[in-house]
């Protein structure tokens, strides 16, 4: 048969694999076979990344952190580098059968019911992955059992190694499991990699109908059981135009999502878990012989009563479950007949009571907030009782409308509590809206849960810019610190230790560093017009210090004009006070015409003469409009003699509005516990800082800035409010002042908990 040049060839494969089973051995018809599926299957994996881009980058688009964003777009990357290898990897993988056949065994564990062990605390993540691999593989199943099932007894015929439905190399099962292990590599979370299963089911699972059509009909056509009647062939309606065009859309809305029986596997185990810790963590309720046990669509109606008659807020005390059983004592009296709750809902409502628990006495969850959220319990009991795939199922609108609610609520803080901001004010009428209108359509939780989400949205908007606002106004700071600190090395390299003139000091701390700095940040260190700015500033210190050289006084002569001309223009492209720079000139000037006297008094009687002509024309240079120019330089005496300072201490240069004041931080060690935790932080974090018994503070890290090692921190709108350095947040890690604050999803976390304590009680 004439193949692909494309199509990865698996003879070389299976020698490779095992030299001791050659393709040659295996029948012309399962050639044929494996070439036709490695055709179709390479054009879906080919499909598939083609459109992982776009899909990846409209979840970026719609993300609600920038850690979430970073997520989809580090995916992005790893998908592009590691295509080839994957796509390789997965051919070779679904193939390697057809080379070994009679070695064949399959490489993991069949993709069964969840196990007791996949509910661990810390598997959740397996958990998830496993369901959504079962999902997949009953999807197929349904749709497609038939022509599965005859390819699998076709192979039967043609091979020695008996195959089932899972171990067939075409089935569902196996190709999952092959592209779960060709993409091992990628470095991804799982709700990407949720994302990239669902991309998977789309471009790939959702075409084996057509491949099993085909499968059989090569099968047929070569005399393999042709009495086998196939259905025909139906187009998969998911890959019409519209579908295509909007892949985001579905892959983003159905990631995490499971249907058929897996979804019920989830709520299985967690019921074999509460029947073997029944009677210790759970009570057994003492019920009559009789007792007949109510519908579901009782529980319901005596669940809506609890619903408009609970108490306004839920209290700590309030009991779930004690408050059901009066109910039904009430209600049994007035019939007659004993009546109890079913095991099955009584099942839902220890759960979902264990999960209210949790969240209840959550410390991430905001106190002042958490009897909103309490008045939730009834409603997503409900619910819980409509719908099991409550527990399985991430994407379920009341599952998610509870996260994004404690999401939203994370950076909570107690001075809001007494304004009853926006937030508090629609998470209340959510709240109230469930308990009035919530009976047993759930779709009242995905009308909530969209709006709730524009709500946050349009926040958000806003709470980001104005952070971005904050990171650049941080940025420039640093910048400003930064070349602070080159115009402080510059000053001080060059003033430190001398004895000069005082007016020569003020100058260039006051007047001069403020050029320096300007330079500094518009044209950098490396620039001319830097290295021209401390010329300008070694020139003035030298014509300040004495020289005897008679050379130096031809030195000075020249230098004089260009030095007071750059003097000028610097000051007043820094917008340097124009009386202050009067004032330093004039000072300035008897500095010079006192340094030619120096060198008058120095020279022998026939030059002291020639010696007057150029202090009068240092003076004229220096344009001051002083009398100086006129008064009669022979005697030094007529002139004020400059006060003298040594530079004894370094200069530091504040910005505006810094404080000098302030004690020096504590120093840890490099290795200390305390910087690493510092160090772990991750921009976007959320923390508690405990101020004082009575005030604690949350706000999330907006920025690090590395030039100035800050740490800046802002509130749920964005505005900065605290700043703290490296060392400083050690400090309040090391007296337990911070705490990080869990930002991963609140009903996730609760089932997380509610597992391994059933979990550690079932091995107790």
Same mark, same amino acid.
């Given at each position: 048969?004439?193949?692909?040049?494309?199509?990865?060839?698996?003879?070389?494969?299976?020698?490779?694999?095992?030299?001791?089973?050659?393709?040659?051995?295996?029948?012309?018809?399962?050639?044929?076979?494996?070439?036709?599926?490695?055709?179709?299957?390479?054009?879906?994996?080919?499909?598939? %990344? !083609?459109?992982?881009?776009?899909?990846? %980058?409209? =979840?970026?688009?719609?993300?609600?952190?920038?850690?979430?964003?970073?997520?989809?777009?580090?995916?992005?990357?790893?998908?592009?580098?590691?295509?080839?290898?994957?796509?390789?990897?997965?051919?070779?993988?679904?193939?390697?059968?057809?080379?070994?056949?009679?070695?064949?065994?399959?490489?993991?564990?069949?993709?069964?019911?969840?196990?007791?062990?996949?509910?661990?605390?810390?598997?959740?993540?397996?958990?998830?992955?496993?369901?959504?691999?079962?999902?997949?593989?009953? @999807?197929? =199943?349904?749709?497609?059992?038939?022509?599965?099932?005859?390819?699998?007894?076709?192979?039967?015929?043609?091979?020695?190694?008996? #195959?089932?439905?899972?171990?067939?190399?075409?089935?569902? +099962?196996?190709?999952?499991?092959?592209?779960?292990?060709?993409?091992?590599?990628?470095?991804?979370?799982?709700?990407?990699?949720?994302?990239?299963?669902?991309?998977?089911?789309?471009?790939?699972?959702?075409?084996?109908?057509?491949?099993?059509?085909?499968?059989?009909?090569?099968?047929?056509?070569?005399?393999?059981?042709?009495?086998?009647?196939?259905?025909?062939?139906?187009?998969?309606?998911?890959?019409?135009?519209?579908?295509?065009?909007?892949?985001?859309?579905?892959?983003?809305?159905?990631?995490?999502?499971?249907?058929?029986?897996?979804?019920?596997?989830?709520?299985? +185990?967690?019921?074999?878990?509460?029947?073997?810790?029944?009677?210790?963590?759970?009570?057994?309720?003492?019920?009559?012989?009789?007792?007949?046990?109510?519908?579901?669509?009782?529980?319901?109606?005596?669940?809506?009563? =609890?619903?408009?008659?609970?108490?306004?807020?839920?209290?700590?005390?309030?009991?779930?479950?004690?408050? #059901?059983?009066?109910?039904?004592? &009430?209600?049994?009296?007035?019939?007659?007949?004993?009546?109890?709750?079913?095991?099955?809902?009584?099942?839902?409502?220890?759960?979902?009571?264990?999960?209210?628990?949790?969240?209840?006495?959550?410390?991430?969850?905001?106190?002042?907030?958490?009897?909103?959220?309490?008045?939730?319990?009834?409603?997503?009991?409900?619910?819980?009782?409509?719908?099991?795939?409550?527990?399985?199922?991430?994407?379920?609108?009341?599952?998610?409308?509870?996260?994004?609610?404690?999401?939203?609520?994370?950076?909570?803080?107690?001075?809001?509590?007494?304004?009853?901001?926006?937030?508090?004010?629609?998470?209340?009428?959510?709240?109230?809206?469930?308990?009035?209108?919530?009976?047993? !359509?759930?779709?009242?939780?995905?009308?909530?849960?969209?709006?709730?989400?524009?709500?946050?949205?349009?926040?958000?908007?806003?709470?980001?810019?104005?952070?971005?606002?904050?990171?650049?106004?941080?940025?420039?700071?640093?910048?400003?610190?930064?070349?602070?600190?080159?115009?402080?090395?510059?000053?001080?390299?060059?003033?430190?230790?001398?004895?000069?003139?005082?007016?020569?000091?003020?100058?260039?701390?006051?007047?001069? &560093?403020?050029?320096?700095?300007?330079?500094?940040?518009?044209?950098?260190?490396?620039?001319?017009?830097?290295?021209?700015?401390?010329?300008?500033?070694?020139?003035?210190?030298?014509?300040?210090?004495?020289?005897?050289?008679?050379? +130096?006084?031809?030195?000075?002569?020249?230098?004089?004009?260009?030095?007071?001309?750059?003097?000028? $223009?610097?000051?007043?492209?820094?917008?340097? !006070?124009?009386?202050?720079?009067?004032?330093?000139?004039?000072?300035?000037?008897?500095?010079?015409?006192?340094?030619?006297?120096?060198?008058?008094?120095? =020279?022998?009687?026939?030059?002291?003469?020639?010696?007057?002509?150029? +202090?009068?024309?240092?003076?004229?240079?220096?344009?001051?409009?002083?009398?100086?120019?006129?008064?009669?330089?022979? &005697?030094?005496?007529?002139?004020?003699?400059?006060?003298?300072?040594?530079?004894?201490?370094?200069?530091?240069?504040?910005?505006?509005?810094?404080? !000098?004041?302030?004690?020096?931080?504590?120093?840890?060690?490099?290795?200390?516990?305390?910087?690493?935790?510092?160090?772990?932080?991750?921009?976007?974090?959320?923390? $508690?800082?405990?101020?004082?018994?009575?005030? @604690?503070?949350?706000?999330?890290?907006?920025?690090?800035?590395?030039?100035?090692? @800050?740490?800046?921190?802002?509130?749920?709108?964005?505005?900065?409010?605290?700043? @703290?350095?490296?060392?400083?947040?050690?400090?309040?890690?090391?007296?337990?002042?911070?705490?990080?604050?869990?930002?991963?999803?609140?009903?996730?976390?609760?089932?997380?908990?509610?597992?391994?304590?059933?979990?550690?009680?079932?091995?107790?």
């Amino acid at each position: 048969m004439k193949t692909d040049a494309n199509v990865v060839h698996l003879n070389q494969v299976a020698a490779e694999q095992s030299p001791t089973s050659p393709v040659g051995r295996l029948p012309v018809a399962l050639i044929h076979l494996r070439d036709k599926a490695a055709q179709q299957l390479k054009h879906s994996l080919q499909t598939l %990344f !083609d459109n992982a881009d776009d899909t990846l %980058f409209e =979840m970026a688009d719609r993300a609600a952190s920038n850690g979430e964003q970073n997520a989809f777009f580090e995916a992005m990357r790893d998908l592009r580098l590691k295509r080839k290898s994957i796509e390789r990897g997965f051919l070779q993988k679904v193939f390697e059968p057809f080379a070994t056949f009679n070695q064949y065994e399959i490489g993991r564990a069949p993709l069964g019911a969840v196990s007791f062990d996949s509910l661990a605390l810390v598997q959740h993540d397996e958990l998830e992955e496993s369901v959504a691999l079962e999902a997949m593989i009953a @999807k197929v =199943m349904s749709r497609d059992s038939m022509g599965v099932r005859h390819l699998t007894t076709r192979l039967n015929a043609l091979v020695s190694k008996k #195959l089932d439905d899972k171990s067939n190399p075409l089935g569902p +099962a196996a190709l999952c499991a092959a592209f779960l292990e060709a993409c091992s590599s990628l470095g991804v979370e799982i709700k990407v990699k949720l994302i990239i299963l669902k991309l998977f089911e789309k471009y790939v699972l959702a075409d084996l109908d057509q491949l099993y059509a085909e499968a059989n009909q090569l099968l047929v056509a070569a005399g393999v059981l042709p009495e086998l009647q196939s259905a025909p062939v139906r187009r998969n309606p998911d890959h019409s135009p519209a579908a295509v065009r909007d892949p985001a859309h579905q892959a983003g809305t159905a990631a995490g999502e499971q249907t058929g029986d897996s979804v019920q596997e989830v709520f299985v +185990a967690l019921q074999d878990l509460l029947a073997q810790v029944r009677g210790r963590a759970l009570p057994r309720r003492e019920t009559p012989a009789d007792a007949a046990p109510i519908t579901s669509r009782d529980l319901l109606r005596l669940l809506s009563h =609890m619903q408009q008659h609970a108490p306004a807020p839920v209290s700590d005390q309030f009991d779930l479950r004690e408050q #059901l059983e009066q109910l039904l004592s &009430s209600a049994s009296a007035r019939s007659g007949k004993a009546r109890m709750v079913g095991e099955v809902d009584e099942d839902v409502i220890n759960l979902v009571s264990m999960l209210f628990e949790f969240i209840l006495d959550d410390r991430t969850l905001p106190d002042s907030l958490k009897a909103l959220i309490a008045r939730l319990q009834i409603p997503m009991l409900k619910v819980a009782v409509l719908d099991k795939t409550f527990f399985s199922r991430g994407s379920h609108p009341a599952r998610r409308l509870l996260n994004e609610i404690a999401s939203a609520a994370l950076g909570w803080g107690e001075q809001d509590d007494t304004q009853r901001g926006s937030l508090y004010q629609k998470i209340e009428q959510v709240v109230q809206r469930l308990l009035n209108d919530f009976v047993d !359509d759930p779709q009242i939780f995905a009308e909530l849960l969209a709006d709730f989400l524009a709500f946050t949205g349009n926040e958000r908007r806003r709470s980001e810019l104005l952070e971005q606002r904050t990171r650049d106004a941080e940025e420039g700071s640093a910048k400003a610190e930064l070349a602070r600190r080159q115009v402080e090395l510059a000053l001080n390299e060059r003033l430190l230790g001398k004895r000069l003139p005082e007016v020569v000091v003020r100058l260039l701390q006051e007047a001069w &560093s403020k050029v320096l700095l300007l330079t500094c940040l518009k044209h950098g260190v490396d620039s001319p017009e830097w290295r021209a700015a401390l010329a300008t500033m070694d020139d003035l210190v030298w014509s300040a210090q004495p020289h005897e050289d008679p050379e +130096a006084r031809l030195h000075l002569l020249q230098l004089v004009p260009g030095l007071l001309k750059a003097l000028r $223009e610097g000051m007043a492209s820094a917008a340097f !006070d124009p009386f202050s720079t009067g004032e330093f000139f004039s000072q300035l000037e008897i500095l010079h015409v006192q340094a030619f006297q120096r060198f008058k008094r120095v =020279m022998p009687a026939a030059e002291q003469q020639r010696a007057e002509e150029p +202090a009068m024309l240092v003076s004229d240079a220096h344009e001051s409009g002083s009398e100086l120019a006129t008064l009669e330089l022979s &005697s030094a005496a007529e002139l004020d003699v400059p006060a003298m300072i040594e530079v004894v201490e370094e200069i530091v240069l504040l910005a505006p509005g810094q404080s !000098d004041a302030g004690k020096p931080e504590i120093c840890l060690a490099d290795d200390d516990e305390a910087l690493l935790r510092v160090d772990s932080l991750r921009v976007g974090s959320w923390v $508690e800082f405990q101020e004082d018994p009575e005030h @604690k503070l949350r706000c999330k890290l907006a920025a690090v800035i590395k030039a100035t090692g @800050k740490y800046i921190f802002v509130n749920r709108t964005g505005m900065k409010i605290l700043e @703290k350095t490296r060392m400083g947040l050690a400090i309040e890690f090391r007296r337990d002042a911070i705490r990080l604050l869990d930002d991963a999803l609140l009903f996730d976390r609760a089932l997380e908990s509610v597992i391994g304590n059933l979990r550690k009680l079932k091995g107790a």
